[in-house]
């Protein structure tokens, strides 16, 4: 079964970036498609951006042209690399694969 660890989060002034990375434990993590979503105070979790397993990407609207993902199979990691941060950017943000979810790391940026 796959494992998910997260890292990377942290407080940023807002326009900042910040690299997310989803290590991912088992022999089969390449062939799953990687989300990563994200959860807000007070609001429902939502997908931020997602990559299949042959390296197709979709974002959400709110973050396109500022986040990007990207997968290693060989390390068995997935990036969310996010640029020109905003304030509304804040919140605890998770990997997914299939039905696994990472704990989280959380992102604050502020003004």
């Known amino acids: 079964q796959v494992q998910l660890v997260e890292s990377g989060g942290g407080l940023v002034q807002a326009g900042g970036s910040l690299r997310l990375s989803c290590a991912a434990s088992?022999?089969?993590?390449?062939?799953?498609?990687v989300g990563w979503y994200r959860q807000a105070p007070g609001k429902q979790r939502e997908l931020v951006a997602r990559?299949?397993?042959?390296?197709?990407?979709n974002y959400a609207d709110s973050v396109k042209g500022r986040f990007s993902i990207s997968r290693d199979n060989t390390k068995k990691m997935v990036l969310l690399q996010m640029n020109s941060l905003k304030r509304e950017d804040t919140a605890v943000y998770y990997c997914?694969?299939?039905?696994?979810w990472g704990q989280g790391t959380l992102v604050t940026v502020s003004s």
């Open positions: 088992g022999s089969i993590f390449s062939i799953y498609a």
């Open positions: 997914h694969v299939g039905m696994v």
């Open positions: 990559i299949s397993s042959g390296g197709s990407t």
